[in-house]
């Protein structure tokens, strides 16, 4: 089968080398521009039906960047999509969402296979996340009194975790403007690096709001709650999971009460739960993470601006 794209393709490779030569604001996204601004010989010579038809290349709601997951639209009549190999689902009206970690390499590919048996290629540039370093004092027990508690506890916990996270749910609230859960002063971001009582640990995950226990929070958009913690765990505490959809899920945690129960379908704005101070803290906040599948990715990225 012969690449259709190959000279975007190129295009797109020339944008992601001069990203690191130039400030990312002047770099060219020529990934993000509408299918007519791009010069496509090929497909202009070989299949002029398509120029007629339009949207014969991939459409992304934002560029990509590191720790972030964003909502895109297929080429017209394609009928399945894979993200750097993987095969992603699909909507009838063909969008679908995808995800960067906040390692992730600087360029994926997006490929679509078409009803009509082509095969659409486009590499698009990911752009480098600025990650910041923070200091954090907290036990790093968490919850628990002694180093064998912890690991008697802890895989448990992470049973728990992994079974909410394969659970398949339907939910359109990846398709919605996400929400903030709360307002309050933003105390940790997303990808910044945790030094512990002055030992690195691993990457912060999420995005933390800081406010005093009990100040209640909402679901940013639509979703089913897969796990709700009742029982506080060592490092999460009072741990929510809300699935939106399309492999895209939100963690809520430290909470001091949990408000919904598994398997409930929550709504956009409902009340969810109360911040507090519960698991590995160094004080009352809320830290919201997200995961698109195995990738997380980081909460302002989905936020409206
Ligand atoms: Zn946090």
Known sequence: MILSRTSFSLLAFAAVISCTAVPPQAAPSLALQPSANLPSPETANETGADVEKGRSDFWLAREPVQGSAIIARAPAGATAIFLNGKAIPLTPDGFFLIGFDRDAENSASLVASMADGRRIEQYVPVKPGNWQIQHVNANPLGGAKTTAEFQARRGPELARINAARAKQVVSDGWRQDFAWPLQGRISGRFGSQRIYNGTPGSYHSGLDIAMPTGTPFVAPADGVVVLAAKDAFTLEGHLLMIDHGMGLNSAFLH????????GQAVRKGQ????????????????HWGMKWNAARVDPLALLHK
């Open 255 to 262: 909470c001091s009460e949990l408000l919904v129960e598994e």
């Open 271 to 286: 009340v969810i739960g109360k911040v507090g101070a519960t698991g590995r803290v160094s004080g009352p906040h809320l």
